[in-house]
């Protein structure tokens, strides 16, 4: 081993290490939705909020094609920005000052920017300068991936803190869903961002056809490694309603909840106690 190998190795040693006697505080909520109580060792009742996405990890959303996946990411964004709003419901951001990053892979400049509108709209006469938009569909997929890391170190170079990085969708970061090695580095890609710059990501892929799992090995990947794994479905009982499950979790899992599209076209929770009146 080279010295310059050792000291690697000694860094990592370093960084790495876990003392167990030490006292890991959870990690900080970035994204919630309600809350729930425990019962600590000495009889203490304290309430929590119940994460979609702590700081330091990364989930993804999946859902057959025309699930309204961008709109719920559009959701999940706009209460991220302001720490609630009108759309949210019971759906609560912890900013604190951070920044967004969101990047489309798919849509071309227009649709880009139709989805990224939204955000504003959402939060009408809100800051909106935390939030970074970018439309990758024309670079390659490896330059995407250079391109997202390379404007995740110029804004921390800047002295500003990444909250929440959105990647619509993870499948256009590697040339092949089912390419086992892609698959594995882009999600080892993901988890080494989450921790580099303490922020919570969030990713969408499709469900296979006819499946309740995500698209290839990319997919499986996912599956192994997220925090948390949310599945959109269309209502079957309320036309135009989307419900939103908490598949997996690391966590405390959230509760089953639905959005809809309003009068003008924009997500937004719906509360049944609004809906059903006994």
């Given amino acids: ?12 040693e370093e960084s790495c290490f876990i003392d167990i006697t030490k006292t890991i505080e959870h990690p900080p909520v970035a994204i919630s939705y309600k809350e729930h109580t425990i019962i600590l060792n000495n009889g203490e009742e304290k309430t929590y909020p119940t994460p979609i996405g702590t700081y330091g990890n990364f989930s993804f959303v999946q859902a057959p094609p025309k699930t309204m996946k961008t709109y719920f990411v559009s959701l999940l964004n706009s209460v ?5 709003n009108k759309f949210g419901g019971k759906l609560r951001g912890f900013r604190d ?3 967004i990053v969101h990047i489309d892979t798919e849509q071309g400049d227009w649709h880009s920017q139709r989805v990224f509108r939204r955000i504003s709209d959402m939060n009408y006469g809100y800051d909106t300068s ?12 490896k330059k995407r991936i ?41 999600v080892q890609k993901v988890m080494a961002w989450s921790v580099r710059f303490d922020c919570h ?39 135009g309603w989307i419900t939103v499950k908490c598949k997996r979790s ?29």
Avoid: C, W
């Fill in 250 to 278: 690391r966590n405390t899992p959230f509760e089953d909840f639905s959005f809809r599209l309003n009068e003008i076209g924009l997500p937004e929770i719906i509360d049944l106690d609004d809906v059903y009146t006994f």
């Fill in 146 to 186: 250079d391109f997202i890391e390379y404007y995740m170190v110029k804004l921390q170079s800047e002295g500003k803190k990444i909250g929440l990085l959105i990647l619509d969708g993870i499948a256009d970061l590697v040339s092949d869903a089912n390419n086992l090695e892609e698959s594995n580095l882009i």
């Fill in 80 to 84: 991220y920005l302001s720490d609630k």
């Fill in 130 to 141: 935390p939030y970074h938009t970018f439309a990758l569909r024309r670079e390659s997929y």
């Fill in 1 to 12: 081993m080279t010295e310059e190998q050792k000291m690697e190795m000694e860094m990592i």
């Fill in 201 to 239: 990501i969030i990713t969408v892929i499709h469900s296979n056809f006819g499946s309740d799992k995500p698209t290839g090995h990319l997919g499986s990947f996912l599956e192994k490694k997220a925090e948390t794994q949310i599945q959109l479905e269309r209502n079957t009982t309320n036309k």
């Fill in 97 to 99: 000052g951070r920044e």
